[in-house]
């Protein structure tokens, strides 16, 4: 989980060494010492990608949605 350092008062705090790390920092941790951090103050999630990732977003629409998509027929000239 990607969180961000918010408070650092020792070099390690619940077991995470934070001696390469500042306040503001982005730190890759996992799920579990992640999520202590956050619950003791110590750090925030962060919902940005690591390294550049994307997320893809998936969308849906009723078949009878008359939306800006739509094509009526008599548009539509087929080839």
């Given amino acids: 989980m990607l969180v961000r350092l918010t408070r ?8 995470v060494d934070l001696r390469d790390n500042e306040v503001g920092t982005l730190i890759e941790l ?3 010492k992640a999520r202590l951090l956050i619950a003791e103050g110590w750090a925030a999630r962060d919902r940005r990608l690591p ?4 997320r893809d977003v998936v969308a ?7 939306g ?11 080839s």
């Fill in 51 to 54: 390294f550049g990732g994307r």
């Fill in 60 to 66: 849906f629409r009723r078949s009878d949605d008359m």
């Fill in 68 to 78: 800006p998509m739509h094509v009526d027929a008599e548009d539509y000239q087929a």
């Fill in 30 to 32: 996992p799920d579990r």
């Fill in 8 to 15: 650092k008062f020792a070099e390690e705090i619940d077991g």
